[in-house]
């Protein structure tokens, strides 16, 4: 990561463009502004997000719109018990004209890959789009193929029906930079979608930029600047998942690094240069909570992860600027 600070001219460049596309966005994903920013957080931070939430809220309209107004080339994979993993990644096949093996790339050649209800495919076929999420290229008979960039996928769970689905393991989790609940909306923003059902689309949105700028804006997102007190601040959070009484099991390295690049992002667009612990603090349950797993004892009594990590936050100090520290 660069040690040079980022100019401010460019920083608040970055947030007044990360301000228009989530405004974009919100002209069809009504009354989410949070879940907006959180999912361009990962964007940037080249991370991924899993949406789990009932049928029918949004979840792939948020995709399809980051999509548009990025200008983005984007495919949807609807996700059966009988999908193969050539069906998402390609497949070679022999042209008899130029008496070649020619490669047909699959859906997982986008900007924006929507994965639906990915919990209804085969562990095989699931680990064949989690590969590409990690190393962001498919490999076809021993060939590597790069996906293009910048690369999001979009993954999204049913949480209400089980049947026939194959549940994530905690392993394959772990890829997702995020895990995000769109929610139902309030009344008013329920009336408002009604009012313009027909009219708000994905389809009619205008881009506000192109993806060759959001690779310039990952790039900035690595240049971010992180206090050495900060990164022991994030260790000691996951720490203090791993300690607690009622979990299995707690926060990986992945997952502190995953928060500190979600950090990273997150600060630009907040028009800062550099991270502050509220960053940190912000993004600790749309990083950690899927991360963590619970003990069968506290499933029981019906303990959250989410009660679980406000604990977490509560009993790490708080880092200062004067290397003193303060308890949340």
Request: proline content about 11%; cysteine-free; overall charge negative.
């Given at each position: 990561m660069s040690t040079e600070p980022l100019p401010p001219q460019h920083v608040q460049g970055f947030a007044a463009l990360a301000a228009q596309l989530a405004d974009r966005i919100g002209t069809v994903v009504l009354g989410k502004p949070e879940v907006v920013r959180l999912a361009l957080t990962a964007f940037f931070a080249q991370g991924h997000v899993l949406l789990e939430d009932v049928p029918g809220v949004g979840k792939t309209t948020l995709a399809r719109a980051i999509a548009a107004a990025v200008r983005g080339q984007w495919r949807r994979i609807q996700f059966t018990p009988d999908l193969l993993p050539s069906d998402v990644s390609g497949v070679t096949i022999f042209n008899q004209a130029s008496r070649g093996f020619e490669f047909h790339p699959g859906p997982v050649f986008a900007n924006i890959v929507i994965a639906d209800e990915i919990n209804r495919a085969s562990p095989k076929t699931q680990s064949a789009l989690l590969e590409v999420m990690e190393e962001r290229r498919v490999t076809v008979d021993g060939v590597p193929h790069p996906v293009p960039q910048p690369f999001l996928v979009v993954a999204t769970q049913n949480p209400v029906?089980?049947?026939?689905?194959?549940?994530?393991?905690?392993?394959?989790?772990?890829?997702?930079?995020?895990?995000?609940?769109?929610?139902?909306?309030s009344e008013d923003i329920e009336v408002e979608v009604l009012r313009g059902a027909a009219l708000r689309s994905p389809d009619t949105l205008e881009p506000v930029t192109d993806t060759a700028t959001v690779g310039e804006m990952v790039r900035m997102a690595q240049r971010v600047h992180i206090a050495d007190p900060l990164y022991t601040y994030a260790v000691r959070l996951a720490a203090a998942t791993r300690d607690h009484p009622q979990v299995r099991v707690g926060v990986s390295p992945r997952g502190v690094i995953a928060l500190t690049r979600a950090a990273c992002a997150y600060a630009l667009i907040n028009g800062r240069g550099y991270v502050?612990?509220?960053d940190l603090k912000t993004l600790v349950e749309p990083v950690f909570a899927h991360r963590v797993l619970l003990s069968p004892d506290a499933q029981l009594r019906g303990v959250t992860a989410t009660e679980v990590l406000d604990d977490a936050v509560r009993s790490v100090p708080v880092p200062l600027p004067d290397n003193q520290s303060v308890v949340a």
């Open positions: 029906e089980m049947d026939g689905t194959y549940r994530l393991p905690e392993a394959q989790l772990d890829r997702f930079l995020v895990k995000l609940s769109v929610g139902y909306p502050l612990p509220e």
